[in-house]
């Protein structure tokens, strides 16, 4: 009689409840894991906007005092990742910034590593439009990033151009 009680007092989970939350953490994960690596990529390519933009407004500065384009060291434009003085690009962890072949080009180039998110364009352009005759108005940038995929995520990168000082 005493192993009758003892069997009866033992408490535990059923294998029907260990199954319901093992579809419930499945479902949970499926929903889950695509949208983190999605905020993966996203994060990775943050970099280039915030370092686009600090070129828009360097060299817009440059332009309302000198009333013409600059150079990166002209403009004291430093872009992220290794930058020695008085170079044309600088190397990040996932991108080579570039001065285009004039002063007022820019380029963020992916060092091929992967960002996610379907993005397999790897080149984020800008480039200044300047009239020296236009006197006192703004130079006007236009940017591109071609894929979709790439402008999901950088939404921010073509609004640049738009910007108004």
Same mark, same amino acid.
């Given at each position: 009689?005493?192993?009758?009680?003892?069997?009866?007092?033992?408490?535990?989970?059923?294998?029907?409840?260990?199954?319901?939350?093992?579809?419930?953490?499945?479902?949970?994960?499926?929903?889950?894991?695509?949208?983190?690596?999605?905020?993966?990529?996203?994060?990775?390519?943050?970099?280039?906007?915030?370092?686009?933009?600090?070129?828009?407004?360097?060299?817009?500065?440059?332009?309302?005092?000198?009333?013409? *384009? %600059? /150079?990166?060291?002209?403009?004291?434009?430093?872009?992220?990742?290794?930058?020695?003085?008085?170079? +044309? !690009?600088?190397?990040?962890?996932?991108?080579?910034?570039?001065?285009?072949?004039?002063?007022?080009?820019? *380029? %963020? /180039?992916?060092?091929?590593?992967?960002l996610g998110n379907g993005c397999t364009e790897n080149n984020?352009? +800008? !480039?200044l439009e300047f009239d020296s005759t236009d006197e006192g108005?703004?130079?006007?940038?236009?940017?591109?990033?071609? /894929?979709?995929?790439?402008?999901?995520?950088?939404?921010?990168?073509?609004k640049l151009g738009r910007q108004t000082p």
């Amino acid at each position: 009689m005493s192993t009758q009680r003892r069997i009866s007092q033992k408490q535990g989970f059923t294998l029907i409840e260990l199954m319901v939350v093992i579809v419930i953490i499945g479902i949970l994960a499926a929903i889950a894991i695509p949208k983190l690596f999605g905020m993966t990529a996203k994060a990775k390519a943050q970099e280039v906007g915030p370092a686009a933009g600090t070129w828009v407004k360097l060299h817009q500065a440059y332009v309302n005092e000198h009333g013409s *384009q %600059g /150079t990166w060291q002209n403009i004291g434009y430093i872009p992220p990742g290794q930058y020695t003085k008085g170079d +044309a !690009t600088s190397t990040s962890t996932y991108f080579t910034y570039y001065l285009g072949t004039t002063p007022g080009q820019w *380029q %963020g /180039t992916n060092t091929g590593k992967a960002l996610g998110n379907g993005c397999t364009e790897n080149n984020w352009n +800008a !480039t200044l439009e300047f009239d020296s005759t236009d006197e006192g108005d703004m130079p006007k940038f236009s940017w591109n990033s071609t /894929t979709q995929d790439c402008k999901d995520l950088t939404p921010s990168f073509d609004k640049l151009g738009r910007q108004t000082p």
